[in-house]
């Protein structure tokens, strides 16, 4: 089943291609039979393991205490802060150094350092205070901007589902706000994004004071003398790809506002200042690459469903995520993500891409031609290299959107790595082919 040709013109016009182009993070690709047997099998993986929690060492993220293949949620420690005498409540996914990665139980991602060198508010300067007589725990980090939660998150799909009628983030992010922050006194650069403020109770349902991913916080154990423990959040994680393997991610924030929306993340337009569009692995980037798709297949139960019409379609994008949402998770379950592919992964064989990976996601937006979509190309992509091989050799049947040039639509997504699902990823499908952008 497969989503008939719709006019590129109806699509991707005027004001209508900011909403559009804030998509998501999907995939492209024509691949081999057997890279779809290969996908098609992933994706059973995932449904298959959907009852039970997944086994530690398919941890990335090594600070998750537990991910929830039912719930779809990842459990991280939930540290505690402050922003201008306001509670507020921030993860730590990533660090730009590699020991301190390694003691905090977070992913290692030294392009973090680059993300100030065009714009130095894109990490912001922290400070940290403890009690004196502390004995064993935490300071408290003291943030410049937070994000605002209250406003209600709404996407109204158009027509043709893209472009949107209407598109409202849920959480904006405050004067000064960045996830990425630097300790006063220090060169290393976090990945903290607040994912909740005030001191409780918290809406897990509607999200007034939380993000639109946060389904459940749970309150540090009481702690006896000179001990610590603490809170923890679950979070609604997204299915993905990376190098042909199921992978788990979740997402944060956002630069563009349909973005925000789909991702059910922070819009904090500040970020699409970070260093450098289209840089990916050049001098001076901080991002790594992202490879959405505008109109895969749809269809609930289609192996080859993909991308931002299908996570309209199929994935309950118009409804609030929370534990009682049951469709929702049952199709988020089931395959209803964009499934979208990432660039570089931590667990790639070979250094250059598994050290060059960053939480900073810069979104190479593709569209399928009406030809592809005639002829049922459309289908599910796993693997970068092959939607760069394919927007090399056939524009015919991959271009950016409304038929421009393949490649960075200028928005940016926060999308920290958790684990994979079946195995773990080593090595593109395929080699790059001469002129492809790689």
Known sequence: MKDRPRSRTLVLTGAALTFLVGGLIALPLVASSATNATAAKAVALVADESSRLLPAQKLILKSAKQVDLTNNTVRLPLHRGVSHGHTVWYILTESSDVGLAADLGVNYAAKLTNLGVSCPTCVQTVTQTSAPDLKFGEATVAFTGAPD?????????????????????????????????????????????????????????????????????????????GQFTQATVDLLFIHGFDAGQPILYISTEASDPLAAVLERATYVPLLNQASFRGGDDALGSGRE??????????????????????????????????????????????????????????TITDPRHALSYSPLWDAQLGEWTDEAVEDGLNKLQTDENQILNLAATRPDLLTGPGGAAYGSVGFVINCPVIAFTNEEPKADLVDLVPNAQG
């Open 149 to 225: 939660f209250s406003p209600r998150r709404v996407l109204v799909p158009g027509p043709t589902t893209l472009p949107a009628t209407t598109v409202q983030p849920g959480a904006v992010g405050g004067p000064g706000y960045s996830p990425f922050i630097r300790i006063e006194g220090s060169p290393v650069v976090y990945n903290a994004p607040i994912v909740a403020t005030g001191d409780g109770p918290f809406d897990v349902t509607t999200h007034s004071n939380t993000g639109d991913r946060v389904l459940a916080i749970h309150p540090a154990d009481r702690a006896g003398p």
């Open 289 to 346: 690459r992202i490879f959405p798709f505008l109109n895969g297949q749809s269809g609930a139960g289609n192996p080859n469903a993909q991308g931002l019409i299908h996570l309209i379609k199929d994935g309950h994008a118009t409804e609030d995520a929370n534990l009682g949402n049951d469709a929702l998770l049952a199709a988020l379950r089931n395959g209803g993500d964009a499934l979208n592919i990432q660039g570089d992964f931590p």
